[in-house]
């Protein structure tokens, strides 16, 4: 009832026009404002009037562009990193120990025995003698050194010399051709001037990668060594090879965990290679995890320093390494959070072979905080990027491993790569219906894999599309080392550890292949580096409160009193808006029914008599008058009039013609009423 009392009052206003116009509203409100300034410009002089609305405007100027700075700095997000120390019982972080060569040379020797033979060749030839001559490309026929090399092998990815004595005309010689090549396709260097140096001598080494054999759509990967060139022209050739071998076979060529892991004490406890869980990594080949956290709950450290951390005695048997693709020897082991992949290659460290390595920890926890402060994901199911490893982690589990940004960078590689080449290479796991690379099934895959790896447009896709996680738990180490075992322990420290693997009184290690670590805490406390918000709503209303309070002298109340007249200015401006639509509408009637309207006795008549036809003013009756319609007889109006009376009456009469006026004016007043 009350809401429909204020709609009925709304509308009467709305049908009698504003109240007041916009001038007396504004005078109204400065003499009416706490704000200070207003008041007084109305209050003043002419002179003092003016100065005071100028320093009103400009004050008013500043408060608003202070609050723009305020609600600008507000909108940045910008975040403070604090620091904090605490003690608790923390969980030893999971050990991640490889070879850093993936097979042992004698189980694999049989798969890359034709590769070996083409690389043996290459590099005699790359490592002949010149004596300023230029390189001539090696005629296959006539050359007892390159006989039963596999031509097809090295056609799929062959390496070549680059001659750049001319920087804009460099030529390009091929370290094998043959007869039918050579006539097309031989390029020599003209020949070196007497004074050229040996250093503008020097040929660099390529890597050709074309998009299928044969093809002119080739490109060459430079490098400044050969040995560089030689490493990473193996790796493709080896990669092609090793993809086609099953999984459980590249586990039975790697190192075995028995093999590999000599000795192992935790604290006080004693532990073995079965308290290893094993995985295979494309770079390293078999793995070993220690307190990963999958099948067990993950151990705690009791106490700070080595004695109570993790000591282990490797064998890597070097002896056995595979010559051009591991150029280098010893362990590679990585600590990381419980349950993620290691991801040596990046964060993994190197232990050198015969020393003793310890390694203190030191662990800090990083909290960082989600949007709008940050792009970082809190559990991974905001990325778009499907994870190819999670089946090593939990990929979306209540705080993510530091891991699982490189885990989404190479993911999103693979998936690229499968895409774009077809097939999947070999370092990173694959999607479901998609095989590896190989130089038979994909003979472009290398020219592929190459341009997408050099690819900026598809590198930044894949970072903008990953993210960070904001819970990480990041673990500083101090590494030392010393020489290990002694040479006054050495014999007695081999005889005993060759026992122990080999049951053998002979000496079968030596100090090539022995490395000793120590992990542990190095101090029992970790810290916390978190993050929190610079500006909140609450500084942002007081500061906006303090530059409003201090340039205008106003509060909240004065917002909401400029808030009225604001409201106030805008009912005036709809009410003024209905007023003149109105005016406009009675227009148009005017404009369509020019007559002037009708009046109330004539619309009495008209009501009561059906036979009543209002007549305009100045009209004539023209012929005959029309014959009475029959009706009701219009009513007498003037037997409601005072008639002046003539004759006296009695005292009766007197006074009913004393009443009848007052009758006649109630009934005046009704009719107009009506």
Request: net charge negative.
């Amino acid at each position: 009832m009350n809401l429909k009392r204020y709609f009925v009052r709304a509308l009467h206003r709305l049908q009698k026009g504003p109240g007041y116009t916009y001038k007396e509203l504004l005078v109204w409100y400065c003499d009416n404002t706490n704000t200070h300034g207003p008041k007084r410009i109305i209050k003043e002089g002419p002179k003092k009037k003016v100065m005071w609305f100028f320093l009103t405007l400009l004050f008013a100027s500043l408060v608003f562009w202070q609050w723009g700075i305020l609600i600008n700095t507000y909108l940045s997000y910008n975040v403070t990193s604090s620091l904090s120390i605490g003690f608790k019982t923390m969980k030893f972080p999971a050990v991640t120990v490889c070879n850093a060569n993936p097979f042992k040379y004698s189980e694999v020797r049989p798969l890359l025995k034709e590769l070996d033979k083409l690389i043996e060749a290459a590099l005699e030839r790359i490592l002949q003698p010149t004596h300023g001559d230029p390189i001539s490309p090696l005629l296959l026929n006539n050359s007892n050194a390159t006989e039963g090399l596999d031509l097809d092998l090295w056609n799929q990815i062959p390496l070549v010399l680059i001659d750049e004595q001319d920087k804009d005309n460099p030529v390009i010689v091929e370290i094998f051709e043959t007869n039918q090549s050579a006539a097309g396709n031989q390029t020599a260097a003209p020949p070196a001037p007497a004074n050229v140096t040996s250093e503008e001598k020097k040929y660099k080494l390529a890597v050709k990668l074309c998009s299928h054999q044969g093809s002119n759509n080739c490109t060459y990967r430079n490098f400044t060594s050969a040995a560089q060139a030689v490493t990473e022209w193996y790796i493709l050739q080896s990669t092609s090879i090793l993809s086609k071998v099953p999984l459980q076979e590249r586990i039975r060529m790697g190192y075995q965990a028995e093999d590999m892991i000599l000795a192992c004490l935790y604290g006080a406890e004693p532990c073995n290679y079965k308290n290893f869980t094993q995985i295979y990594h494309p770079d390293h080949g078999n793995c070993y995890i220690f307190n990963w956290g999958m099948d067990k709950e993950a151990l705690n450290s009791s106490n700070p320093g080595a004695e109570f951390g993790l000591k282990l005695i490797l064998d890597i048997s070097q002896q056995d390494y595979i010559p051009y693709l591991s150029s280098a020897a010893g362990a590679r082991l990585m600590l990381h959070q419980q349950k993620s992949f290691p991801f040596l290659k990046d964060q993994g460290i190197y232990a050198m072979a015969g020393t003793e390595t310890s390694i203190g920890v030191l662990v800090d926890e990083l909290e960082r905080m989600g949007y709008p402060y940050s792009d970082c994901t809190a559990n991974g199911s905001d990325v778009p990027v499907k994870n190819l490893y999670s089946e090593y982690n939990t990929s979306y589990s209540i705080q993510l491993p530091l891991s699982f940004f490189q885990a989404c960078l190479r993911s999103c590689f693979q998936n690229h790569m499968t895409e774009i080449c077809g097939c999947g290479h070999y370092m990173f796991p694959l999607p479901e219906g998609v095989t590896y690379c190989n130089n038979e099934d994909n003979p472009g895959w290398a020219y592929c894999y190459s341009s997408l790896r050099s690819s900026i447009r598809h590198r930044q896709i894949c970072i903008d599309s990953c993210k960070e996680t904001c819970n990480d738990t990041q673990y500083k180490m101090t590494i030392s080392m010393a020489d290990w075992p002694s040479e006054a322990s050495e014999d007695w420290i081999f005889h005993i550890l060759s026992y122990e693997r080999d049951m053998s009184t002979n000496v079968t290690l030596d100090r090539n292949g022995i490395i000793k670590l120590n992990i542990y805490f190095q101090e029992y406390n970790y810290r916390t580096i978190s993050e929190s918000a610079a500006t909140t709503i609450v500084w942002l209303l007081s500061s906006l409160g303090g530059q409003f309070g201090f340039w205008m002298g106003g509060s909240v109340l004065c917002l909401i009193e400029f808030g009225e007249i604001i409201i106030d200015s805008l009912w005036i401006t709809v009410i003024n808006i209905i007023s003149w639509c109105k005016g406009l509408k009675q227009k148009r009637v005017r404009a369509r029914y020019p007559d002037t309207p009708p009046t109330v006795s004539e619309l009495v008549e008209a009501h009561t008599n059906l036979g009543f036809q209002h007549e305009e003013a100045g009209t004539e009756t023209q012929g005959e008058a029309l014959p009475p319609e029959p009706g009701t007889p219009p009513p007498n109006y003037d037997s409601l009039r005072v008639q002046p009376s003539h004759n006296p009456g009695t005292d009766s009469d007197i006074e009913c013609e004393e009443q009848r006026p007052a009758a006649n004016h109630h009934g005046d007043a009704s009719v107009w009423a009506e």
